[in-house]
């Protein structure tokens, strides 16, 4: 198996993407926004078929359409405070439409199946350059804002209160958020990609750990979700992305049963 280079590629998509998407998921989950990154996933389907249909690279495709998305859901929420389902609504809307237009257009050279689903023989050089490209530029740029994004993560208007730029730092976010979105698209498939940000930090979540070590628990959770996603349906001969989601939803099982069962000897401990 490793000695396949389309496998190799996949598997150096996949640490970055291990890596990435928990550190952009836990401030998600944290503000309670972990539906934006379900619906600039659906978005990125728009830019990937733009991308196709321009004979452009479709991750830059996916990555310049959901930076534009994400921004705009910042702008509308100064239009819609209290109704943020109806912002991601109406970003869904334009970005599901636009994608189901240029499809059914027929115009399309090129099949976006494998983007909707994954696929572990798609991963190309040029790919593997603009995932690292864009991996690089966005961990930096979280170590670099990290200290404001946990205060906006936890209270926003205190921290606009203490004079952080929190509109600023909310569209860097966006494009964040995209990038890691754009890097994850080929092996995980945009109808599942919002499981890797979300579940990894649910799993850590339940460790009960402080924010640092929710991070790490997440990004450790996340390799082994995204690997073992990934060998065993090379064998499956199935979608690597919506079998790294079972994979993803049975390693929160496990830690809930875990959790669970070592409540139960806690208490008989107790008892005797």
């Known amino acids: 198996m490793f000695n396949y280079t389309f496998m190799q590629n996949a598997i150096f998509v996949s640490i970055f993407i291990s890596i990435l998407c928990p550190c952009i998921g836990i401030f998600l989950v944290l503000r ?16 990937i078929t733009m991308g196709l249909l321009y004979k452009q690279n479709p991750i830059l495709g996916a990555f310049i359409f959901t930076s534009i998305c994400g921004a705009l859901i910042e702008f509308l929420r100064s239009y819609f405070k ?31 199946d494998s983007f909707m689903f994954g696929s572990i023989l798609t991963v190309t050089k040029f790919d593997m350059v603009m995932v690292l490209i864009l991996s690089v530029i966005s961990v ?33 976010f966006s494009i964040l958020v995209a ?28 460790l009960g750990k402080g924010f640092k070590l929710t991070l790490i628990f997440s990004i450790v959770f996340s390799v082994i979700d995204i690997m073992l996603g990934l060998f065993i349906s090379y064998y499956l001969n199935v979608a690597p992305g919506g079998f790294t989601a079972l994979v993803s939803v049975a390693v929160l099982l496990l ?14 401990r107790h008892n005797n």
Do not use: C, F, W
């Open 32 to 47: 309670r926004y972990s539906m934006i990154g379900d619906t600039l996933s659906h978005a990125s389907l728009a830019g």
């Open 82 to 112: 209290k109704y943020t389902d109806l912002i991601l609504t109406i970003v869904l809307s334009l970005s599901v439409g636009t994608a189901i237009t240029i499809i059914s257009s027929g115009k399309l050279n090129a099949n976006a």
């Open 140 to 172: 930096l740029t979280l170590i670099l804002l990290y200290h404001q994004m946990v205060y906006i993560a936890y209270d926003e208007e205190a921290a606009k209160v203490a004079g952080v730029k929190v509109k600023l730092i909310n569209y860097v």
């Open 179 to 206: 990038s890691a979105i754009s890097v994850s698209i080929r092996i995980v498939g945009v109808l599942v990609l919002s499981s890797m940000i979300a579940l990894p930090v649910a799993t850590a979540l339940q």
């Open 255 to 268: 830690v809930l049963i875990g959790k669970k069962l070592e409540a139960s000897i806690r208490i008989a």
